[in-house]
């Protein structure tokens, strides 16, 4: 597989899933180009729906879709989304209903779009409230595994994805579960844990301490919330 940004990823693993499950609905702001919700929309138009530069509403109308069955996948950049925090808490999160939240253009590395589009805050913010999920994949493969498991998952669900491209990392037998890491780099002197595109840079910077002679484990953990105590505390 070659580099390619986790929303690029989202976005055609979303087309094809909702060819085989008719429940899946997708949910934009205005931003379903950028989302990478577009392909979908225009395959399955009376599956999507754009709400305009509303996410609070956005949000309001997949937790009633879910409620009637349907699996809402509402979509929006990490730092326009999450920040409906309210409408998150009392619409998804203490209600369990099946929406899967999923915020684009994560982290610092979107510089070219200025700090108003940063979604930096999100994860703190959304760790913090009851039934929702976390997750953050590292490339091609685990991305389309995280969607398909929100497609099964009975509940509320975070995804959050890069704007920028990801090189493969994980194994072409590997299989995303939620509260597992993944060990990408056996080590033994110090630990790394990162996720998502930080994820690059722990493995990076253990090629570095490889030459100061310290061995360097690097973990990739892909489920936020819950974290895999097991193998962190093992590490």
Request: aromatic letters at 6%.
């Amino acid at each position: 597989m070659a580099a390619k940004a986790s929303r690029v990823a989202f976005g055609e693993a979303l087309l094809d899933l909702g060819a085989r499950d008719e429940r899946i609905v997708a949910l934009d702001a205005d931003l379903s180009k950028s989302t990478m919700t577009a392909r979908f929309a225009k395959t399955y138009p009376g599956r999507a729906f754009n709400v305009g530069i509303a996410e609070s509403n956005m949000i309001g109308i997949g937790a009633g879709l879910a409620l009637t069955g349907r699996i809402p996948f509402v979509c929006s950049f990490a730092c326009f989304v999450t920040g409906r925090f309210e409408t998150i808490r009392m619409s998804v999160a203490y209600t369990n209903a099946n929406v899967k939240i999923v915020g684009t253009h994560s982290g610092i590395a979107i510089g070219e779009d200025g700090y108003s589009q940063m979604g930096v805050e999100d994860i703190a913010c959304i760790r913090a409230l009851p039934n929702i999920p976390v997750i953050q994949p590292a490339d091609e493969l685990e991305t389309k595994q995280a969607v398909a498991y929100a497609v099964e998952h009975a509940g509320p669900l975070y995804l959050r994805l890069t704007r920028q491209s990801l090189e493969p990392v994980c194994p072409a037998d590997y299989r995303f579960q939620l509260g597992r890491w993944l060990v990408l780099r056996p080590g033994h002197d110090v630990t790394l844990v990162g996720t998502g595109g930080p994820l690059f840079n722990c493995l990076g910077a253990a090629k570095l301490l490889e030459a100061d002679g310290i061995s360097a484990e690097v973990i990739n953990a892909a489920s936020i919330k819950p974290l895999d105590e097991e193998l962190l505390l093992g590490s």
